[in-house]
């Protein structure tokens, strides 16, 4: 809901007068996209997802569902999201929702069992949604679509990296070492707190590049702030409860960020 939310938001941010048809198919095809990347991962890994307590009981470790229903609906959701995508919305969101499924589902999902650098390259099709936003408002990679991007791109990490941190134990289990450092260590969370640092500046070039005007500076940095405050406890304690913390710190930042730019931009 969150990466579907942030494509509408930055929909909005890029339109000049919304069309509400449009903004409601780019919802639907980004929600079938999304759904259908997180149905190819949870295929692929449907025996590690055996060994994980968080994942034990999805329909297929469970077989609930037979490997074939789910390609099925993998598959049928999947040219769906991207039919709507190309033939309601313009050529180049097709093309974007098409490069962020593959690359979710056929190089980020691999990589995980292999190297905790999957993260970096699952950050390119997590960044996604908001770019794909701008480019269904403008039909154009303009730099302030990019601005979105890089925002999206940088909060990935503190965003997935506390997960990591509170599951680390059960993505051990299977096989997954998901933290920077391979463990819930201070080096693990240093490298959380300096990319949680980077938002700060990242925040405040919409309002250099007149997107957004000073109120949503002001918003966007002391979010920021709090954000980065949080990753810096969580080097100081190493605890499971100021990752979980800033888990929720990271579900408020992204949808708070783009919501200020629009208000301000309205």
């Known amino acids: 809901m969150l990466v579907v939310l942030s494509a509408a938001l930055a929909y909005m941010i890029g339109s000049s007068t919304v069309d509400f048809t449009k903004l409601w198919l780019l919802v639907l095809g980004g929600f079938l996209v999304t759904g259908a990347s997180n149905g190819l991962n949870q295929i692929f890994e449907r025996h ?48 974007l929702g098409l490069l962020a499924l593959l690359s979710y589902a056929f190089a980020y999902t691999p990589l995980k069992k292999i190297t905790p650098f999957a993260v970096f390259i699952g950050a390119f099709p997590g960044a996604v949604p908001t770019l794909l936003g701008w480019v269904a408002a403008t039909n154009s990679f303009s730099y302030q679509g990019w601005v979105l991007f890089a925002i999206q791109f940088m909060w990935q990490f503190p965003h997935f990296w506390a997960i990591a941190w509170k599951l ?21 969370a240093l490298q959380t707190a300096v990319y949680t640092f980077t938002l700060i500046p990242l925040g405040l070039l919409p309002y250099w590049i007149g997107m957004s005007g000073k109120i949503s500076a002001v918003i966007i940095t002391l979010a920021g702030i709090v954000f980065f405050y949080q990753s810096l406890r969580l080097m100081k304690t190493c605890s499971d409860e100021d990752a979980k913390k800033l888990m929720f710190g990271s579900f408020v930042y992204l949808p708070l960020v783009l919501t200020a730019i629009l208000l301000d931009k309205i």
């Open 48 to 95: 590690t997802d055996k060994m994980m307590l968080r994942t034990r009981m999805r329909p297929l470790p469970d077989s609930r569902m037979p490997v074939s229903e789910a390609w099925a609906i993998s598959l049928l959701t999947g040219i769906a999201g991207i039919a709507i995508l190309f033939l309601f919305i313009n050529f180049k969101s097709g093309m």
């Open 168 to 188: 680390h134990d059960d993505y051990m289990s299977a096989g997954f070492q998901m933290l920077p450092s391979g463990g819930k260590n201070t080096s693990s």
